[in-house]
């Protein structure tokens, strides 16, 4: 049985005004590691919360090793809004 694994990414003040310069990378970016992941059915659920504060993804069967490669590509993780 795998694992349920909770990821929690909170934004950075004013994240909303602040992510419109890589927002469409991002969406692109993430759109590619859910394509990935739901192939082997590892995403189960992932959004923003409103406001805007944070992220949450549940994900089942992904490692911790795995999930840190994923985070670093991101382009809100590159451009310092996570």
Do not use: C, N
């Not at 692109?28 to 659920?45: F, N």
């Amino acid at each position: 049985m795998s694992r349920i694994l909770k990821l929690t990414l909170r934004f950075v003040p004013d994240f909303y005004y602040k992510r419109v310069q890589v927002y469409s990378s991002h969406v692109k970016y993430i759109e590619g590691v859910v394509s990935d992941l739901g192939k082997s059915q590892k995403v189960l659920l992932g959004a923003s919360t409103f406001p805007e504060e944070r992220a949450i993804w549940y994900l089942k069967g992904v490692e911790e090793d795995e999930l840190s490669v994923i985070l670093q590509k991101d382009p809100f993780v590159l451009g310092g809004l996570v």
